[in-house]
């Protein structure tokens, strides 16, 4: 089992630049899922890592401007955010599977409270 505890998340100007964090508690070595919720619309992948591995995937909308990484000493998971846009708006959710790390939500067998990122322009 793991806990996790996402924070980062503030309001921001177009242009500007985040970091959101996920710290985990318990076990520690589950890949890792950054999700994304707008109001109105459903839950939408962004970004994933495996605790065992640096392997990354991105989706298309965020690729080249968000970066996620670990740091195995601090237990965490980041999410840089880049050259943020209005449509980048939303609550922000990391997430945890005891298998593969895919981009399906319902993979994801434990989520964190979320942080809410909002960019104006």
């Known amino acids: 089992q793991v806990q996790l505890v996402e924070s980062g998340g503030g309001l921001v100007q177009a242009g500007d630049s985040l970091r959101l964090s996920c710290v985990a508690s318990?076990?520690?070595?589950?890949?890792i899922g950054w999700f994304r919720q707008a109001p109105g619309k459903e839950r939408e992948f962004v970004a994933n890592i495996g605790w065992g591995g640096s392997s990354t995937d991105y989706a298309d909308s965020v690729m080249g401007r968000f970066i996620i990484s670990r740091d195995n000493t601090k237990n965490t998971v980041y999410l840089w955010m880049n050259s943020l846009k209005p449509e980048d708006t939303a609550i922000y959710s990391c997430?945890?599977?005891?298998?593969?790390?895919?981009?399906?939500?319902?993979?994801?067998?434990?989520w964190g409270q979320g942080t809410q990122v909002t960019v104006s322009s």
């Open positions: 997430a945890a599977t005891d298998r593969t790390a895919t981009r399906q939500a319902d993979a994801y067998n434990y």
């Open positions: 318990g076990r520690t070595f589950y890949p």
